[in-house]
Nanobody
Framework: QVRLVESGGGLVQPGGSLRLSCAASGSILRSETMGWYRQAPGKQRELVASISTGGITNYANSVKGRFTISRDNAKNMVYLQMNSLKPEDTAVYSC????????????????WGQGTQVTVSS
């Protein structure tokens, strides 16, 4: 019913920047909180940043001041601008969203994207 698709990952040198995008599509009435998580090899998945419908943001301490999350409610998209990237930012980054689905009655479901690899290395 709802699909999240990430794009924008890749290989970047330390100190570089990347911008991730996540597009939500399907039978969407409205998206609620949207966020980005990451999982590095051998580590647990962690929240990187989240943003509410009204634009309230939350960041992991490790990315504060370097990453910026934003969203376009009309397009059901969420973005993650990543600056001053470090090798320890290397991980698979996944999009997550709470979405009101156009069923009868409407249902609030949680969805995940397939993930995009970000590698920070010289």
């Amino acid at each position: 019913q709802v699909r999240l698709v990430e794009s924008g990952g890749g290989l970047v040198q330390p100190g570089g920047s990347l911008r991730l995008s996540c597009a939500a599509s399907g039978s969407i009435l409205r998206s609620e909180t949207m966020g980005w998580y990451r999982q590095a090899p051998g580590k647990q998945r962690e929240l990187v940043a989240s943003i509410s419908t009204g634009g309230i943001t939350n960041y992991a301490n490790s990315v504060k001041g370097r990453f910026t999350i934003s969203r376009d409610n009309a397009k059901n998209m969420v973005y993650l601008q990543m600056n001053s990237l470090k090798p320890e930012d290397t991980a698979v980054y996944s999009c997550n969203a709470d979405v009101w689905v156009a069923t009868t009655p409407p249902r609030l479901n949680n969805y995940w994207g397939q993930g995009t690899q970000v590698t920070v290395s010289s």
